[in-house]
Nanobody, 122 residues
Framework: QVHVVESGGGLVQPGGSLRLSCAAS????????MGWYRQVPGKQRELVAR???????NYSDSVKGRFTISRDNAKNTVYLQMNSLQPEDTAVYYC????????????????WGQGTQVTVSS
């Protein structure tokens, strides 16, 4: 079983910054993708950014140039540095981790964290 725990959310004023962290633990053999999603009430969960095992990353258009995703493979941890935050960034942010618990491409897992609230307001 793989556990995913986010941290770092909170209340910030428009134009401010926050850094989210997400750590994966448990029976992990390899991690393919670590990503951040967000959701507001009444809307679908949307991709914010994700980073692949080789280091490539992609972002939603709404956060390009403001958010930066990074990962520490040794710690099975992913970060999301969020700058120039705006009220429309207010949401619950979820971490998603995809990988394998065993070798030879077996034991595929797709795990989510419990979410962390980010509120951007003056």
């Amino acid at each position: 079983q793989v556990h995913v725990v986010e941290s770092g959310g909170g209340l910030v004023q428009p134009g401010g910054s926050l850094r989210l962290s997400c750590a994966a633990s448990g029976s992990i053999y390899s991690i393919l993708i670590m990503g951040w999603y967000r959701q507001v009430p009444g809307k679908q969960r949307e991709l914010v950014a994700r980073i692949f095992s080789g280091g490539n990353s992609n972002y939603s258009d709404s956060v390009k140039g403001r958010f930066t995703i990074s990962r520490d493979n040794a710690k099975n941890t992913v970060y999301l540095q969020m700058n120039s935050l705006q009220p429309e960034d207010t949401a619950v942010y979820y971490c998603n981790v995809l990988g394998y618990t065993r070798s030879y491409g077996t034991g595929y897992f797709d795990s989510w964290g419990q979410g962390t609230q980010v509120t951007v307001s003056s």
